[in-house]
């Protein structure tokens, strides 16, 4: 453990790499400030927060003032990203990938091809692919939720029948 931010900091090996895992917005502010009192040039901060991303780059852009990278990082996988490693989107300046992609590449989920994750592109990047992937994903949900109406409201289906209706669309492609 450590007695507060600046021990915190100090018992980093330098070049530091802090990976942020809070709350998006005015948290990721504060923490930043906190910590970046102790921080040298050359280190990194990481927000792994799926913070929007003009946010972000407005923070890499202050925190470059000090030499002090920073990296946004969409990160996407829920329960099973918890249990076998999430997919990660980082973006950054190349070399403050550089710095994390050991760390990246092994915190990863791993697929048949390789790990889930790679240089997604300038800072800002990573967070609005995270953005993208979301909208996918919504509308995925979306059109789950209108297939249920309409099953239920046209087609007249029960949820049993729907139930049933839906877990044979899921053994294969649609």
């Keep these: 453990g450590s007695s507060g931010p600046e021990d915190f900091v100090n018992k980093l090996k330098k070049p530091r ?14 923490t930043i400030e906190t910590l970046s009192e ?3 040039p ?5 927000d792994g927060g799926n913070e929007w991303y003009t946010n972000t780059t407005r923070r890499a ?3 470059e003032k000090r030499g002090i990278l920073f990296m946004g990082m969409g990160i996407s996988g829920g329960e099973e990203g918890a249990r076998y490693g999430p997919s990660l989107m980082p973006g950054s300046k190349k070399k403050a990938y550089d710095l994390m992609e050991p760390i990246l590449l092994k915190c990863a989920a791993q697929v048949d091809d390789g790990p889930c994750t790679g240089y997604i592109g300038p800072i800002g990047s990573g967070n ?7 909208g996918i994903e919504y509308g ?4 789950i939720a209108e297939v249920y ?4 409201k046209i087609v007249g289906l029960n949820n049993d029948d729907m139930s049933r209706q839906f877990a044979k ?3 294969g492609a649609l």
Excluded at 140 to 143: E, F, K, R, S, W
């Design 38 to 40: 102790f921080l040298e």
């Design 61 to 63: 852009l202050e925190l």
């Design 128 to 134: 609005y692919v995270k953005m993208v992937h979301n």
């Design 149 to 152: 109406d309409c099953l239920r």
């Design 17 to 30: 790499k802090i990976i942020l895992l809070v709350m998006a917005g005015p948290p990721v502010d504060s």
């Design 140 to 143: 995925d949900m979306q059109l």
């Design 42 to 46: 050359g280190d990194l901060i990481v």
């Design 169 to 171: 669309w899921n053994e």
